[in-house]
């Protein structure tokens, strides 16, 4: 099974709003990032969070990350249709070789 | 600056044929992987690298053979193509610097279909 599960599956949300998204690991980590990639395309990095860090802002995202219970969360604020795509978490494992495991994604759709 | 490069973007086999997948980066990094992305799964690693000559298996590595002879290049083989290796595979790279991981860089992704 992978390493990260994210919630929900699928987000509709209308132009303006928040859009939150979760993830949840099994193990521990060294970090935790999170990856967009619009339809048919390759995986861009949007933040990079370290397991001694809490909280992370770029621009109108927010990624927070509770290692005690094994979660993060990518708060989209102000969203536009131009968010609309998929948002993977990944984790980097501890002791994990250097690998990094991604988990099933969040389909985000912004609508105007 | 290319960043990272695939090729081929698409490919069509018939089963039990044989294809390497090339990718190529121009970053000096360290670690490369290969991942595939089935709809509903996510991306699931295959195999992957730490530096050139090294490669490790990732959570579906059965059916694929992976060489780094060189740092920038990771090939990816199918001996016998089966029909549950469509997919779409994606090569990504990233640097260790100053100790840490950093971000992973992708590739525009290979959509390979195996009739």
């Known amino acids: 099974s992978q390493q990260g599960e994210e919630d929900p599956q699928a987000l509709s949300i209308q132009e303006g709003e928040n859009a939150t998204m979760n993830c949840s690991y099994k193990?521990?980590?060294?970090?935790l990032q999170w990856y967009r990639q619009n339809s048919g395309r390759g995986l861009v990095h949007l933040i990079l969070?370290?397991?001694?860090?809490r909280e992370k802002h770029s621009g109108r995202l927010r990624v927070t990350l509770d290692t005690s219970k094994k979660s993060s969360s990518l708060l989209i604020t102000a969203s536009r249709a131009a968010d609309t795509a998929s948002y993977f978490c990944?984790?980097?494992?501890?002791?994990?070789?250097?690998?990094?495991?991604f988990g099933t994604g969040t389909q985000l759709k912004v609508e105007l | 600056n290319a960043g990272v490069t695939q090729t081929p973007k698409f490919r069509v086999l018939k089963t039990g044929q044989s294809m390497t997948l090339l990718c190529a980066q121009d970053?000096?990094?360290?670690?490369m992987y290969w991942y595939r992305q089935d709809p509903g799964m996510g991306l699931r690693l295959i195999h992957y690298?730490?530096?050139?000559?090294?490669?490790a298996k990732g959570e579906v590595p059965d059916g694929y053979n992976v060489s780094r002879l060189k740092k920038q290049n990771f090939l990816l083989g199918l001996e016998s193509a089966a029909p549950s290796q469509t997919s779409v595979y994606f090569c990504?790279?990233?640097?260790?610097?100053?100790?840490?991981?950093?971000?992973?860089?992708f590739g525009q992704g290979t959509r390979l279909t195996v009739v």
């Open positions: 990504a790279s990233r640097a260790f610097h100053r100790g840490l991981n950093t971000e992973a860089f």
């Open positions: 193990t521990s980590i060294n970090n």
């Open positions: 970053m000096n990094h360290e670690y």
């Open positions: 990944a984790t980097d494992l501890t002791g994990g070789g250097n690998k990094l495991t």
């Open positions: 690298s730490v530096g050139e000559g090294t490669t």
């Open positions: 969070i370290r397991s001694n860090e």
